[in-house]
Antibody, heavy 122, light 107 residues
């Protein structure tokens, strides 16, 4: 079964850091671009970051540039999001998402994890 | 960034109705558009990609159309399980952007 499982969310103070993980299974992880998408409570979806299969290209939404870093370990079939200098507006459910087709840069997301909640509050 | 206007934000309908949700882009995106359904407390699910291609396993009462800047999701003959929130998404370029969402509620 194709599956993505996020972990690492929790409560953190403003200015703090958190590292999210996403464990992939059931498909050839190293063949896919991978993404993080977030959703603030009661709000819509916001794409956060993408990373190429080999980690050589990374893209971010402007609001997280310089604070968040996406990375991956293909040997461990895992995707990560290092979040630093966290702000209240980063409070959201963070989803790991896989595109529909392997090796394709721009694509819709056909596989999503269950999400992990990040709360930034003092 | 490519901005999108999704409408309406709230749609009231009855089982058996036909409904339409629209998404308009700030610039042309060819057919790089997807539609998702999200139910409370759950991750989004892909319904349609490439503007009009039905994702495997999605009922045929869902359909998508459009290209360039104007896109439409149509649900014919609403079923009880279709009451949810729907999002459009462009994947033409980074940053990917989503519409604001349309909550489909029971009239």
């Amino acid at each position: 079964e194709v599956q993505l499982v996020e972990s690492g969310g929790g409560l953190v103070q403003p200015g703090g850091s958190l590292r999210l993980s996403c464990a992939a299974s059931g498909f050839t992880f190293s063949s896919y671009w991978m993404s993080w998408v977030r959703q603030a409570p009661g709000k819509g979806l916001e794409w956060v970051a993408n990373i190429k299969q080999d980690g050589s290209e990374k893209y971010y939404v402007d609001s997280v540039k310089g604070r968040f870093t996406i990375s991956r370990d293909n040997a461990k079939n895992s995707l990560y999001l290092q979040m630093n200098s966290l702000r209240a507006e980063d409070t959201a459910v963070y989803y790991c998402a896989r595109p529909h087709r392997r090796l394709v840069r721009y694509d819709a997301f056909d596989i999503w994890g269950q999400g992990t909640m990040v709360t930034v509050s003092s | 960034a490519i901005w999108m206007t999704q409408s309406p934000s709230l749609l009231s309908a009855s089982t058996g109705d036909r409904v339409t949700i629209s998404c308009r882009m700030s610039q042309g995106i060819s057919s790089y558009l997807a539609w998702y359904q999200q139910k409370p407390g759950k991750a989004p699910e892909l319904l349609i990609y490439a503007a009009s291609t039905l994702q495997s396993g999605v009922p045929s009462r869902f359909s998508g159309s459009g290209s360039g800047t104007d896109f439409t999701l149509t649900i014919s003959c609403l079923q009880s399980e279709d009451f949810a929130t729907y999002y459009c998404q462009q994947y033409y370029s980074f940053p990917y952007t989503f519409g604001q969402g349309t909550k489909l509620e029971i009239k």
